[in-house]
């Protein structure tokens, strides 16, 4: 089992920057992929960034490209999203979410998954 814990969603204006945090636990060496998603009201849970545990390797919804940075800290099992020049279509729950099923997109492919965390941003 792994545990995931998301943090530092608020409210912010559109421009800023905000960075949110995914902290994992259990058995962390079992995980190929951590991925944040997010979801709006009446939506599913859509790909924003995706993370290979071991390699680093990232990738990015065109949306977020350029403007996000997924990130790993290996000491503390800790992967950030780094959030710049925000838009109000960045608004959502965002939630991480951990695989280990190698290398995946979909979301119906990650096992585990944190609480989620509300990001708004306001014009």
């Known amino acids: 089992q792994v545990q995931l814990k998301e943090s530092g969603g608020k409210l912010v204006q559109a421009g800023d920057s905000l960075r949110l945090s995914c902290a994992a636990s259990g058995r962390t060496d079992d995980i190929s992929t951590m991925g944040w998603f997010r979801q709006t009201p009446g939506k599913d849970r859509e790909f924003v960034s995706r993370l290979d545990w071991n390699s680093g390797r990232t990738d990015y919804d065109d949306s977020v490209k350029g403007r996000f940075t997924i990130s790993k800290d290996n000491a503390k099992n800790t992967v950030y999203l780094q959030m710049d020049s925000l838009k109000r279509e960045d608004t959502g729950i965002y939630y991480c979410?951990?695989?280990?099923?190698?290398?995946?997109?979909?979301?119906?492919?990650?096992?585990?998954w944190g609480q989620g965390t509300q990001v708004s941003v306001s014009s």
């Open positions: 979410a951990a695989s280990n099923k190698g290398w995946v997109f979909s979301a119906r492919w990650y096992d585990y």
